[in-house]
């Protein structure tokens, strides 16, 4: 019983990590070197059949020819931060009349797709720029380099990031236009995981390891004025983990008291129920156990008839000194026994079926005997009795 409380209540205590509280608020300064960026191989196999990834964006300088905001496998999935080159499965188009946005300021990316929706679409700010169709039985394969700042394992000339990324977050699904316009609003309302679905999240990426001069440094939500507001959401959000805690306990006292005076009522209810049961089972068998007494006796008669080499047993005890006209006794319902049907034959099921509307439990009975003279009359005399 416990156990299962401890798992009702691990499942209730809202998970909070004050640890990241606020570092996922840091971003990565790439300083536009193409030996500074950040290359690792994640767990992407969930993002086989459906992905989003979204994150902020600045651009500080614009001189590089083929700037690489991301690439996945080469060009499997691969993100300019101008739009000049974005490619799925290897299938690029040019979007650099979208990517608009000013050098030092913020802009805000997100791309989606699914196997299912088969379609690759990109949206600057919340607003769609871009959407094509992917080809069949596509899925994005696993196991390849996931780099930020620069192309496939990284430090290539001309393809490296100046600027700043910002919560980046990559989640197992396909988001809807409404969830990307959420997402593209307040930059530092953070939307960075998702409860029972993978994600590749943007402390994930902050903890890998970096290459080259790429450095942690604050985004705007860190900077003058914003700290506060942000340590005083930390703060509430521990004093609502507090207050969450407490409630649970005392959920969970609650619980305990009625397991243990709902376990009491259990017992009697159930001590009640099988006094029922006896006293019903009783009543069946006293039932049963008067028509086996009826059917037994008849079955002895007729047993004592087989065992008397077929000669008809004298049911009152007297000598037997019947005449032949008193033993062809007058026509009764068993006669019918005579017939060609029946006689010297085997009593059928089907035969049995037949009858049951009238005499149901003698026939059951009757069932593999051998219809003879002698059990014809035993069953003669009995009807008389």
Aim: net charge negative; glycine share 8%.
């Amino acid at each position: 019983m416990w156990t299962v409380c401890l798992i009702a209540l691990a499942l209730l205590v809202p998970p909070f990590q004050a640890e990241d509280t606020l570092r996922k608020y840091k971003a990565l300064n790439f300083p536009g070197d193409s030996e500074s960026f950040v290359s690792f191989l994640p767990d992407m196999t969930p993002f086989s059949k459906a992905f989003s990834f979204c994150g902020w964006i600045r651009k500080d300088n614009s001189s590089a020819g083929w700037p690489i905001l991301l690439s996945y496998g080469g060009n499997e999935l691969r993100m300019q931060d101008n739009g000049g080159h974005n490619c799925i499965y290897g299938a690029c188009t040019r979007l650099a009349n979208k990517f608009t946005a000013p050098l030092g300021n913020w802009f805000h990316y997100c791309a989606t797709w699914s196997s299912e929706s088969r379609q690759f679409r990109e949206y600057i700010d919340g607003e769609i720029i871009a959407s094509r169709a992917t080809a069949q039985r596509r899925h994005l394969p696993p196991g390849l380099s996931f780099t930020l700042g620069n192309w496939g394992d990284g430090g290539l000339e001309g393809l490296q990031l100046e600027g700043l990324l910002f919560n980046f977050n990559f989640i197992a699904r396909e988001f809807s236009i409404e969830e990307v316009e959420e997402r593209a609003g307040d930059m530092c309302e953070l939307k960075d995981e998702e409860d029972g679905v993978y994600n590749l999240s943007w402390v994930d990426i902050l903890g890998e390891e970096r290459n080259g001069t790429v450095t942690e440094v604050d985004s705007v939500c860190l900077e003058k004025g914003a700290v506060e507001s942000r340590l005083e959401e930390a703060r509430k959000g521990v004093e609502q983990g507090e207050a969450s805690l407490s409630t649970i306990r005392d959920e969970l006292d609650n619980i305990l008291d009625k397991v243990e005076a709902g376990t009491t009522d259990m017992l009697e209810m159930e001590q009640g129920q099988n006094i029922s049961c006896q006293v019903e089972l009783t009543s069946h068998l006293n039932k049963k156990r008067r028509e086996l007494t009826k059917v037994s006796s008849l079955l002895n008669k007729v047993v004592r008839i087989l065992q008397g080499g077929g000669k008809k047993e004298n049911l009152s005890g007297e000598d037997d000194e019947t005449s032949d006209l008193e033993k062809d006794r007058a026509a009764s319902k068993w006669d019918f026994l005579y017939s060609d049907s029946y006689f010297n034959k085997e009593f059928t099921r089907q035969q049995s079926e037949n009858l049951r509307s009238s005499w149901d439990k003698v026939c059951d009975k009757m069932v593999g005997v051998t219809i003879t003279r002698e059990l014809i009359e035993l069953m003669k005399s009995v009807d008389s009795d």
